[in-house]
Nanobody, 122 residues
Framework: QGQLVESGGGLVQAGGSLRLSCAASGRTFITYEMAWFRQAPGKEREFVATINWRGDTKDYADSVKGRFTISRDNAKNTIYLQMNSLKPEDTAVYYC???????????????WGQGTQVTVSS
């Protein structure tokens, strides 16, 4: 069984930056498509960004385009989410996910991390 573990969340002021990491263990996710999702209290889980297994195809939600960057290091079995110019509306639990389809639909992803809290203060 594979396991994904997120880290890097925290409290930051609006306009600040955070870098989230998602480390995979138990199996290799090199050939998996990877994604970041987020869920705010009382809201559904929403798509943030995806990256294909080679790392050369990326997609972003409109709300984060130009501010967030997804990347991966297959040698380390890790993906990242660099978040700049953070806004209070970015406050949520952020989850990484792995699957065999590059898609913004969360139900297509088989493996999920436990999530890391990001809180942006105004």
């Amino acid at each position: 069984q594979g396991q994904l573990v997120e880290s890097g969340g925290g409290l930051v002021q609006a306009g600040g930056s955070l870098r989230l990491s998602c480390a995979a263990s138990g199996r290799t996710f090199i050939t998996y498509e990877m994604a970041w999702f987020r869920q705010a209290p009382g809201k559904e889980r929403e798509f943030v960004a995806t990256i294909n297994w080679r790392g050369d195809t990326k997609d972003y939600a409109d709300s984060v385009k130009g501010r967030f960057t997804i990347s991966r290091d297959n040698a380390k079995n890790t993906i990242y989410l660099q978040m700049n110019s953070l806004k209070p509306e970015d406050t949520a639990v952020y989850y990484c996910a792995a699957g065999k389809m590059l898609t913004p639909r969360p139900y297509e992803y088989r493996y999920w991390g436990q999530g890391t809290q990001v809180t942006v203060s105004s």
